[in-house]
Each structure stands twice: as C-alpha cells, then as structure tokens.
C-alpha cells in the first residue's frame, strides 16, 4: 500500500462518525460576518489606507498622475538611489523624471544582482484601507516577486480609488489565486526579540508608498 | 417559588458560615430556601481529574436531590458550571457508550433549574440591592469559571457596588486565574503555588481588607497564601457581604 | 555538519517536574511574564477593532469543522490542483517518512544546504536532526529560530521560538555564536533590537542569496485551487519561497482549507491573534510553480505524523482546528509560570497540552502529565479564533491517561490501559465518591474532623505537603452546614429524603 493510499485509508476510518452521504456543503458555515468594516466615501477608505500605512510604518505619499514621476525621482534621490529595478509593465512616464540608472527585470537577473540594487519601483493589484495592506500578483507592471524583496527601497504605487478597496474579504475577490501573490502591510518587521516589534529584518526596510489620485 | 441550596461538599464541610449566610440572606430577601439532605457532591473533583465514571452516581443523586424544586442555588461558580456545562456532557458521553439516556434526561432536569448565587439574585429576583452594610474595603477576584464558564460578567460587581459602606477597590491582572484548579493545586504546586503567590501579591497590594470571590475553593488556596505570606487580608465570600447589615455585621 | 549539535525533546521529565524547576528560575519568568503580557494587552486592542470577531471566530472554527469532517475530499482536490499547477505531492505517515522524503529531495539536487523558513511541522518531525545525519546543513532563517540554532537551544514558544531569552541573551548568543555558522556578528554588537535585526540581517543575507533549495510549512493550503500561504513578518520567508530554485514544503495534512474565499477569514483571524496586528507585514501566496517567477521545482510533503488518530476522536479532533497563532499560549498563566520547554514538544501551552498526547499518545510520563498542565481556568477557550474548547479536550484526555479507553494508534482502534501511577489515587477518587454518594458517612467523616480539629497539623506529612508547603490549611469548624441545619432548620425543611 503507498503511502498515499495509507493517509487516506486512515483518514476515512477516523471519519466512521461522519454519515455516508453527507456532502461537504451539509456542514453549515454561516458567514455573518462583515464584508467590511465601516461605510465610508472612497475618499475616507484612501486616507484609512494612508493611515494604516503610516502605522505600519510605510512612508506614505499622495500626489496626482502629473506629480507622480517628480515624486517618484525625488523618493529616490532622497534614497541616493543609483540604480532601479523597473517591472517589464511599469508605466513609462512613471520614471520620465529621474536620472537614475535603470535595470530591467529579467530571468538573468541574480539574487547577487538584485542585492546591488539600490531601488525597486513597482505598480501593484489590489490595496486593503482596514488593514493597510498592499497586495502584488506579479502582473507586468509589478514583476517578478523577487525584485520587490532584495533591493532594500520600495516605491509602491497605488491608483486611488480604483485600486483601493475597504477590506480583506473585498481584496480576495478581486484576486487570481493561480498568481503568485505578496501581500505586504508595511516594511519588513519582527516581534522576536521580546515580543517588541522592530521594522527593518530582511525584505526592504524603506517602503515608500505612493497613493496616486487618477484624474 | 421552591428554591432548594445546593451548599457544595467545600461549603458544607469547611465553610458552613458562607451556607448560613445564603440562608440568612436569601430569607431577609422573602425567598423560602429549602436543604435536601441527599445531596452531596457535584463531581467536579472527580470529572475534572479524569474520573467520569466515578461522576455519574453524583450526578444522579443531585438530580435526585433537587428533584420538585423551581431552582437550585448555589454559593460557587464552579459548582454551578459544573453543572450546567459539564453534566450535559457525560450525559452525553454515556448515551454514546451505550447506556441509555437516563443521565442525560437526570441532566437536562437540573441545568436550567441551577443557579450560581450572584445569577439568581440579579436574575431570578431581579435584586442588585440587597440592603446589605458592610463598612469596609473589599477588592474582587472573579473566579475563572463564574467569569468564562458562566459569563457572571458584572452581576457580583453590581451586587457589592450596592452594598451600603462597602469602599470596592480594583483589583489588578484580576481576570488571571488564582491557580487553585482543583487537583490542580496538588499535581503542579509549584506552578498552582506561583501562580497563587502572584494573586496573593496583587491583592494585598490594594490595601484592601478583605478579598471577595464567589467560590471558596478558589478563596482556600487564596486565604491559605495570604495567611503564609503574612497578609492581613481576609478572605470573604460574597455571600458574608451580602448577608451582613447594620443590624448584624457578618 | 557545520554548527553545533542539536538539543532534543526527548527524555525529558514530565511536567511537573519540569515545572517546578522552570518557576524558580528567575529571569526566565521574568522573560515570559514580560513577552506574555506585551502581546496579551495588544491582542486584546486587535480583537476589539473588529465588532464581527464572534462572527469570524464561529465561521473559522466552522470551516476547518467542515474540512476536518471531509479532509479525504479536501485532500484529494488539493492533490490535484497542485499537481495540475506543476508542483509534485508525496504522502508521509509519520516522521521518519517525512524526513526521509525530504532528505532524498535535498539529495537529489546535489546541495548540502538548505535555508528554512519557520515551520512547526519540522520542529515537530526532528527535519534538522534528520537532514544533519544526511550530511545536510539546515539554516533557520526566522529570526528567533536563528537564536534557538544558534544557541543550541530549543523552541519554547509557536511564535516567538526565542521568547524565554531577553535581548541581552540574544546579544551574547549572537557575538558568541553566529561565526561558527557564517558571518560573524559586527563588532561592538549592542541589545538593541534593532542592532539584533541588523545583525541577523547581515549573517543570513549571504545564505539567502546563495541558496538553492530551501524548506518550509505553511499556514493554509487551499484544496480548490492548490493554492499555499505562508504568514510571516520580517521577509525571511518570501526570501526562502523565492529565490531558491528548489522548495519543499512540510504540512500536516489539517492545514487544508476549502476554498480561495475562505482565506478571507483566516487573513484576518490569524495575524490580530498572533502578533496582534490588523495584518502581518509578508504573506505569500504561491500555485504550483510559475514560469521564471520564483523555485522551478515545487514538492508539497503532506504529513500525517498523528493527526488521523487525532481525527479519529470526537472530541479531540477539534485540536485539528489551531492555526498556530499562539494566542493560548499568551494568556496562559501556567505557560507563563511554567514556559516552553517544559510541554517537551514542538507545542508548547495550552494548545501542546492537547495537541501532543493526541499526536504522541499518552504513554509516556511526560505526555500523560500534558493533560494536566493547567488549572481549567478557560483564558485559552476564550482567545482562541477558532474557539478550539481545549478545557474539554483537557478534560477528555485526563480521562483517557487516567480510565484508558478507546483510541486511533497509528490508524488503528485499540483500548488502552490506565496509565502507570495512578492506582492511588484511582482508589482515591473512588472512595471519596462512595462517601459522597453516602452522606451518612460523609457526615460521620466530617463530625470526626470537627471533633478532632485541635489536633490537627499546620503542614501536612506526604502527598499533603504539595498543599501545605505553600498555603495554610483552612480550620475545620466546629460544625458542618448539614449538622447547623440539621440542629435549628430541619423542620421547614419538606424534602427530607
């Protein structure tokens, strides 16, 4: 007998109690609980996320689609940014305004590489206002889910409202589960020592998150 | 109204003046109280040990007991939860073992009716004023199972905040349990001894005069560390409060 | 192997005893009582930002009730969807086979090293011994497993692995200690946290950026889509999911959950009882493999290892539920007192107390001791998100150590026997309810300690001194209730039997 089939033939005998012919669906889940937390204008859910983001220690900026290159060449100069990983997707003009030397994503692209990054800038999929969360999927304004974690500078950017939704349940319908995803609520942190937080471990310890009004 | 008290083996035994403040208490509010003297035990000791089977007769014998009366009151939290979490379980249980239904039937017959007395006062006769005096300082410990088995919530906070002369003084990290839990205290004292120590420490920390719970069990392995670390304060159930007057200070 | 020999659970006494030496070590509860009341406080904030939590904690506890009650189904939709997402799946029952699927993985990508990423499902099947014997070096990478490694220690806490240590431990461990396993700690190292995640930073930046295979858990595995999540904070794991080319993940079989949606719960269970946070900074998400996007090759080693004789009781298998957050363990005041390593498992606290003796069985001391470990206060019932009643479980398994009855051993039903050592007080038990089913003789026993009460002990003698080396005896009085009502009530009373 494989494995396999021992698991399973010991997981059905632990199940005697179960009446044949109940189907999954007959064991009730109720969900009562609320598709988010709060009514609020979409201008109210964007400064929540603000909000969250800051608590969390993100660095939040907001600016308009004609601001954003400026802000974003001054984010990294501020950085003293050399180099920038750039998605394949990443909007063109988003860059138009810095000198900074740009580093395509690519499969040749080592870890070693990445780490002499200076700066990565990405879009991103979906953003959670009541838990200051920004979620990547890998999409080709975002990259591969590797250059967002060794360079040690992130420049996130949001397009408010279309982009931000109120909560976990709302984010989770807008996402494909066959891609890979990296939720991110803030820089790098940990609770290890102490049970104290502490921003700053092994992902990049400058978030610097941008909250686009699109107009 | 037939109200039967269920005194518990503890009260019974090493406590009586707590059973005689129920009674002095309960008849200053009208309620006539009666005492089967078949009972005995919930079984707590037992079921909580381990011993379910040695339970069953006790479960028995206070269904038996209490059998004709409209409620059955009690001076202990943890009796009460007993009762009403835990008798519907080996009722349960022994259905499943195959032994008919007469346990859980002896069950159902006695959880509705069982009332821990701070419950009964608030929410049977709809009292929080009991005309009590009792002129002293008094912190309060919630005892586990009144606080996450019977959800007492503030009913024994309402009660003493009513009680005329009473100074109530906070007591802190009072959610945390005593240590006391049974067997508990016997089987892991070092653990049941710090965790006592700790509590004892916090209360007489109040300045308080005395400690009030609603479940001597808890107040023995309380009363019993105070008094080995020197405290002054005095352990006193909630049932001597509220039983105590101008007339007969408890 | 490269670092120093490994410590191990096994052998160790049972709780009590570990206990008792744990309670007078000082700084160790000063350690715990510290980290423990930190979080509790926070916990308690995060819990109470969300007016659904009831709602949340009752469809949590639902949903894994409705897996666990068809995990066969469960598991084979995930055994497919994972397969069709271009990962490999294999079947462990128990740890040996685990740790041999997982060390013929490493092997067959020629590397001697791997980066882990924390996981308690290989703390529980001994990987790291397994893989050293392998002549395969195993890295943990989340920082608090670095202390514990490094400090040849074990873990003591499912979050917080290091929490019995403060920060100047850590500090010392680390100038000592991180040399003999990579890059040395920088000179003049202070306790600072930061400067501590700083140097963790630095010595594992190099393993990560070399690595080619790495190990991990997971916190869900979505049976709809093939979907695994790792909750983390501090990136070490996204690291370890990505730039290895090669992952292998070790879940127990009970980390299933239905579908997609259903995360929506657990996202916001998880990380506001755990850390305490409205969400954890790093969780990833991964299908299978994706073209040059993260590992080429993924293995999914799916682990019985106890958990379907935990499935087989009734009562017990709600134990199935825990999502590690660790909450229990952080309101526990005997946890607190007593601390980690003296549950003697990769489970600590409360939920260790009735997760071990199922996974293990309850025949050795040390595991028919757990079921005991805590005073049935219900902190842990109360902050558990996904309402795991562990005082009955508890309770149940007292049952079991000290009656014996029916069980699942390794798949198969058996009746085992009472556990050694408790004939006393069996015979105890039992004739101190043939007395209280006698109150005859109940009475006659306490007219005789009413009447002797002069004459007795401040301290008690043998098993008596547990009481009374601590805690006064309570005076006996002159007169039992029953003999007081018996003496002036008896007539109003109309119930007499």
């Known amino acids: ?215 | ?250 | 192997m490269s670092g120093p020999g490994h410590a191990t659970y096994l052998g160790m006494p049972a709780f009590p005893e570990a206990a008792d030496t744990s309670t007078r070590d000082t700084r160790l509860r000063a350690n715990l009582r510290h980290a423990t009341h930190t979080i509790r406080t926070k916990r308690a904030t995060a819990v109470a930002e969300l007016d659904d939590w009831g709602r949340l904690r009752a469809a949590g506890a639902a949903i894994k009730d409705r897996t666990l009650r068809h995990l066969d189904h469960y598991l084979e939709r995930l055994e497919s969807a994972v397969t069709a997402a271009g990962g490999q799946v294999h079947w462990a029952a128990d740890a040996d086979e685990a740790n041999r699927i997982v060390t013929e993985l490493v092997r067959a990508t020629g590397e001697h090293e791997v980066v882990k990423v924390k996981s308690m499902a290989t703390q529980e099947i001994g990987l790291n011994d397994a893989l050293a014997e392998a002549g395969i070096t195993a890295y943990e990478t989340d920082l608090a497993e670095l202390i514990v490694q490094l400090g040849d220690d074990l873990p003591s806490h499912i979050l917080v692995p290091a929490i019995h240590r403060n920060r100047s431990e850590i500090r010392d461990i680390f100038a000592e200690r991180m040399a003999r396993w990579g890059r040395p700690a920088p000179d003049g190292l202070t306790d600072a946290p930061a400067d501590l995640a700083e140097a963790a930073r630095l010595h594992l930046r190099e393993k990560f950026l070399n690595a080619k295979v790495a190990v991990s858990g997971a916190n869900f595995m979505v049976a709809e889509t093939g979907t695994l999540v790792v909750v983390e904070s501090e990136g070490n794991g996204r690291m370890c999911l990505t730039l290895p080319d090669t992952l292998i993940s070790v879940v127990g079989i009970e980390k299933v959950v239905p579908t997609f949606q259903d995360l929506e719960v657990f996202l916001q269970l998880l990380p506001r009882s755990s850390t305490a946070e409205r969400m954890n900074p790093y969780t990833s998400m991964w299908t299978g493999t994706s073209d040059d996007d993260g590992p080429r090759t993924f293995h999914l080693v799916l682990l019985d290892n106890g958990r379907t004789d935990t499935l087989a009781d009734t009562v017990g298998r709600q134990a199935l539920r825990c999502i590690r957050c660790s909450a229990c363990l952080n309101v526990c005041p005997v946890y607190e007192r007593a601390g980690g390593h003296a549950y003697g498992s990769a489970y600590p606290g409360p939920i260790g107390a009735i997760l071990t003796p199922q996974l293990r069985g309850t025949q050795s001391a040390l595991d028919a001791s757990l079921p005991y470990a805590s005073s049935l206060c219900g902190a842990c019932y109360e902050v558990c998100p996904v309402a795991i009643d562990i005082p009955e479980i508890l309770v149940h398994l007292r049952e079991r150590v000290v009656e014996g009855g029916p069980v699942s051993v390794r798949g198969t039903r058996a009746v085992i026997k009472p556990a050694k050592g408790h004939a006393a007080e069996r015979a105890a038990m039992r004739a101190a309810r043939w007395a209280l089913d006698h109150p005859s003789v109940l009475r006659t026993g306490q007219r005789l300690a009413s009447r002797t009460r002069r004459l007795h002990p401040r301290r008690l003698p043998g098993p008596g001194r547990a009481w009374s080396d601590t805690r006064e005896l309570p005076a006996v009085p002159a007169e039992s209730f029953r003999d007081w009502w018996q003496r002036t009530r008896a007539t109003n009373d109309r119930s007499t039997p």
């Not at chain 2, 109280?33 to 479960?59: D, K």
């Not at chain 2, 069982?114 to 005892?143: Q, R, S």
Request: charged share 20%; with cysteine; glycine share 8%.
């Open chain 2, 1 to 250: 109204m037939r109200v039967g008290l269920f005194i518990t083996c503890v009260n019974d035994t090493l406590y009586p003046h707590t059973g005689r403040a129920v009674v002095t208490l309960l008849e200053r509010l009208g309620v006539e109280v009666g005492f089967p003297a078949g009972q005995s035990c919930c079984g707590q000791p037992h079921f909580n040990t381990g011993y379910r089977h040695e339970t069953e007769p006790l479960v028995r014998r206070y269904a038996t007991a209490f059998r004709g009366y409209d409620h059955i009151v009690t001076p202990s939290g943890s009796c009460a939860a007993m009762v009403r979490d835990n008798y519907p379980r080996i009722g349960a249980k022994a259905a499943a073992e195959g032994r008919g239904q007469e346990l859980a039937e002896a069950a159902a017959t006695v959880v509705p009716r069982t009332h821990e007395l701070t419950e009964f006062l608030t929410d049977v006769l709809g009292v929080t004023d009991v005309g009590a005096y009792y002129p002293h300082t008094v912190t309060y410990h919630p005892t586990c199972h009144g606080l996450r088995m019977l959800r007492l919530g503030d009913r024994p906070r309402a009660l003493l905040g009513a009680v005329r002369g009473l100074d109530l003084v906070e007591l802190p990290g009072a959610e945390e349990c005593c240590g006391f839990g049974g067997t508990f205290a016997v089987k892991n004292a070092a653990v049941s001894a710090a965790m006592g120590a700790d509590k004892a420490r916090n209360i007489t920390a109040t300045g308080a005069q005395a400690v009030c719970t609603v479940d001597n069990s808890c107040q023995m392995h309380i009363g019993g560390t105070l008094a080995r670390q020197g405290s002054a304060v005095r352990p006193v159930h909630i049932a001597e409060i509220l039983a105590s007057t101008e007339e007969h200070v408890w």
């Open chain 1, 1 to 215: 007998m494989s494995s396999r089939d021992l698991v399973m033939a010991r997981v059905r005998r632990a199940l005697a109690d179960v009446p044949r012919g109940e189907s999954p669906s007959e064991v009730v889940v109720e969900r009562t609980y609320l598709r988010r937390h709060g009514d609020r204008t979409p201008a109210q859910t964007a400064d929540l996320l603000a909000e969250n983001l800051t608590d969390y220690r993100a660095a939040v900026h907001r600016t308009d689609t004609a601001g954003l290159p400026a802000l974003i060449a001054r984010l990294l100069t501020a950085r003293n940014a050399t180099t920038v990983v750039v998605p394949p997707g990443l909007p063109t003009d988003w860059l138009s305004a810095t000198e900074v030397r740009r580093i395509p994503d690519s499969a040749d692209l080592t870890p070693h590489d990445l780490d002499a990054v200076s700066s990565v800038v990405t879009g991103c999929a979906v953003a959670i206002a009541e838990t200051g969360t920004v979620v990547l999927d890998a999409s080709p304004d975002q990259g591969r889910r590797r250059i967002t974690l060794v360079p040690d500078h992130h420049v996130l950017v949001i397009r408010v409202p279309s982009q931000v939704v109120d909560s976990v349940p709302e984010a989770l319908e807008r996402l494909d589960p066959s891609r890979p995803q990296t939720w991110i609520s803030g820089p790098s942190a940990t609770s290890d020592i102490e049970l104290t937080r502490v921003e700053g471990v092994h992902g990049p310890r400058a978030l610097d998150v941008v909250l686009v009004t699109e107009g």
